[in-house]
Structures are given as C-alpha cells and as structure tokens.
C-alpha cells in the first residue's frame, strides 16, 4: 500500500469517526445539539434529525466505500453539501465566524480525500515483483 493510499484511507477514518459522532448526537437528541440547533442557529428539531440522518448515511457509505471506491464520492458529496452549510449556517446564522471556520476545516479533509483517492485510483495497478532465476 503507497502512502497516498494510507492518507486517503486515514482521512477516511476520520471522517467516519466525526460524522459518526456527530450525527448520532443529532438523531438522538443530545442537550448540545438541540441547544445550537434551536438557540444558536435557531433550525426546527426536525431538521436537526434529517441533518443526523444524512450524515449518517454518509458514514455508511464511506464505509462501503472501503471496498468499493466509486461510494467514496457520493459519501463525499454529502459531507461536502453538510459541512458548507454548517459553515454558513455558524457564520450568518449564528453570526460566529470562528464556529464557522471548523466545518470548512473538514470541508478540506473531505476535499484532501477525495482528491488523493483519484490519484491512487489512477495509478497502474500494483503487480508482484517477478523474480528470475
């Protein structure tokens, strides 16, 4: 495995350990997430749970995206469309331009990614040292 593999499959991992986090905490309900979705941001619960259920359903295919690659860029779509309106919804909504600088930090994670997944998706195809006699 080259190391653009392992960056991209390391990238990957985070991913789905925030999104994972993240978006149960929204499905489920907890006191921060209501807080800022209600308070801050001042969206209906409703949303917050549809917000948690799309990043959820980006996890599930980031994870299948482990075997097959091509899932990796609807996985990504969805984080990329999330974490840009996050990053609006921090800096207009709530009007806190420092909250809204994380979202665009995973925006780039997610873009490094993705990036790197085409370019190892492009290279030959690694083949056994042939050994000669």
Do not use: C
């Not at 409703?46 to 980006?58: D, L, S």
Request: aromatic letters at 10%; hydrophobic letters at 55%.
């Amino acid at each position: 495995m080259n190391i653009q593999k392992t960056v991209t499959r390391i990238l990957q991992a985070l991913l789905i350990a925030q999104f994972s986090f993240f978006g149960i905490s929204k499905i489920i309900g907890t006191a921060d997430m209501v807080h800022t979705f209600q308070n801050l941001i001042q969206y209906p619960s409703w949303f917050r749970v549809v917000v948690g259920i799309v990043e959820v359903t980006a996890v599930v295919l980031l994870i299948v995206a482990f075997k097959k690659q091509n899932l990796m860029v609807w996985g990504s779509l969805l984080i990329g469309i999330l974490t840009l309106g996050a990053a609006y919804s921090h800096a207009f909504r709530q009007g806190s331009m420092p909250d809204a600088i994380i979202p665009l930090v995973v925006f780039a994670q997610m873009s490094l990614m993705l990036w790197l997944n085409q370019r190892v998706a492009q290279q030959p195809a690694e083949h056994p040292a042939i050994i000669s006699a």
